[in-house]
């Protein structure tokens, strides 16, 4: 047995420092949400010490429902750390820009470790604001220097070059910048790889320790499969030890040229008038359009279908929005969904759009819905 140290997420160095004993096997690591006014967030359910093949306990976003926390070894902190220090082609210096208790913050800690180089950490109590991004890659010192961010972030700072003149140039410097978490805006991703900004797309979750597939293809030690449901399921080094392996995720999937696409969660799909439709694909479309900064759907009760949706968006400035022709791209379906444009969607901590919110909105609809 060992000690369980509790740290908030306002407080990472003290967190870097407690991770440094999780990689040495002295003691385990929970990072709580972050103190509020001074106050420590009530935590309940962890207990005084753990086993000794626990490292790091962490909690799924809970974008979906409620959170789990998995159990991730030292061993495994440092399998997926070193995976993927190989394939971004070595170690380097972190810019922390996400909260650390989430496995992709807590993730930047245990690589900064490995690498043995100091992280520059931002604020992530505060906004994300491309001028404070910038403010903190440009205390950046080594040669190599990485950032992981989840898609929200980035095309804040894709939408700032316009009036950001240094920018590009900082993005520019980055060896790589990891994007996951959520399906990645790839007209954002398309538009900074044109401009020379390495942008590595990162599929992964708490229960891999994060990212385990950069750009479709699975790091060293990573094995893919598709099951006969189409469900995608893993087998890493990095899986919690409180996990079955391989890890049975809840995502569909299928090999594009060699690589894995990702088309969404099994368990967000609608069936509307013996019709399915993944969400995440009304998600893509509405992001494909002129406009969009973001777009999340959610399932709805449907008097005539059984189900349908509400796809809840954010435009630009100055920017309009014409759902008419979705049908096109997404079938029937879309005739009976309806589109909702909000000042700002709501989100939880991790930067992840809350869709349980988002859902009681869109039951408040009512029979507007269809």
């Known amino acids: 047995m060992k000690p369980l140290r509790i740290v908030a997420a306002n407080d990472a160095v003290q967190a870097l420092l407690a991770m440094g004993n999780v990689l040495d096997g002295t003691e385990a690591l929970f990072i709580s949400p972050p103190?509020?006014?001074?106050?420590?967030?009530?935590?309940?359910?962890?207990?005084?010490?753990?086993?000794?093949?626990?490292?790091?306990?962490?909690?799924?976003?809970?974008?979906?429902?409620?959170?789990?926390?998995?159990?991730?070894?030292?061993?495994?902190?440092?399998?997926?750390?070193?995976?993927?220090?190989?394939?971004?082609?070595?170690?380097?210096?972190?810019?922390?820009?996400?909260?650390?208790?989430?496995?992709?913050?807590?993730?930047?800690?245990?690589?900064?470790?490995?690498?043995?180089?100091?992280?520059?950490?931002?604020?992530?109590?505060?906004?994300?604001?491309?001028?404070?991004?910038?403010?903190?890659?440009?205390?950046?010192?080594?040669g190599k220097r990485f950032t992981s961010l989840v898609p929200s972030?980035?095309?804040?700072?894709?939408?700032?070059?316009?009036?950001?003149?240094?920018?590009?140039?900082?993005?520019?410097?980055?060896?790589?910048?990891?994007?996951?978490?959520?399906?990645?805006?790839?007209?954002?991703?398309?538009?900074?790889?044109?401009?020379?900004?390495?942008?590595?797309?990162?599929?992964?979750?708490?229960?891999?320790?994060?990212?385990?597939?950069?750009?479709?293809?699975?790091?060293?030690?990573?094995?893919?499969?598709?099951?006969?449901?189409?469900?995608?399921?893993?087998?890493?080094?990095?899986?919690?030890?409180?996990?079955k392996r391989p890890y049975l995720t809840s995502d569909l999937g299928q090999f594009t040229d060699g690589k894995l696409y990702v088309k969404g969660r099994a368990d967000r799909v609608i069936n509307s008038g013996a019709h399915k439709l993944a969400l995440e694909a009304i998600e893509e479309w509405t992001m494909k359009q002129a406009g969009v900064t973001s777009a999340a759907a959610v399932s709805v009760p449907h008097p005539k279908f059984g189900e349908s949706f509400v796809c809840f968006l954010t435009l630009g400035e100055g920017a309009a929005f014409d759902s008419a022709k979705a049908h096109f791209a997404l079938g029937v379906v879309a005739k009976s969904g309806r589109w909702e444009i909000l000042e700002k969607l709501p989100t939880l901590s991790s930067g992840k759009p809350d869709l349980l919110d988002l859902t009681e909105l869109a039951n408040e609809l009512g029979g507007n819905v269809g």
């Open 35 to 142: 103190e509020v006014n001074g106050l420590a967030p009530e935590v309940q359910g962890l207990p005084a010490e753990v086993e000794s093949h626990v490292g790091l306990i962490v909690e799924s976003s809970g974008s979906t429902g409620t959170p789990k926390r998995l159990e991730l070894s030292a061993k495994a902190l440092t399998a997926a750390a070193k995976m993927s220090a190989k394939r971004l082609g070595g170690t380097g210096q972190w810019l922390l820009a996400l909260p650390i208790n989430y496995v992709a913050g807590a993730m930047v800690l245990v690589r900064s470790l490995i690498a043995d180089t100091q992280p520059i950490i931002m604020n992530t109590s505060m906004p994300f604001t491309a001028e404070a991004f910038e403010r903190a890659a440009s205390l950046m010192t080594e």
């Open 153 to 243: 972030q980035l095309d804040r700072l894709f939408e700032a070059l316009k009036t950001e003149p240094n920018l590009l140039a900082s993005l520019q410097r980055f060896d790589a910048i990891l994007v996951g978490g959520q399906k990645p805006n790839r007209t954002t991703i398309n538009a900074l790889r044109k401009q020379g900004v390495n942008i590595v797309t990162t599929y992964g979750m708490a229960e891999t320790a994060g990212g385990v597939v950069y750009n479709g293809e699975p790091l060293d030690g990573v094995e893919i499969s598709i099951l006969e449901d189409g469900r995608i399921a893993l087998d890493s080094p990095s899986i919690a030890s409180n996990v």
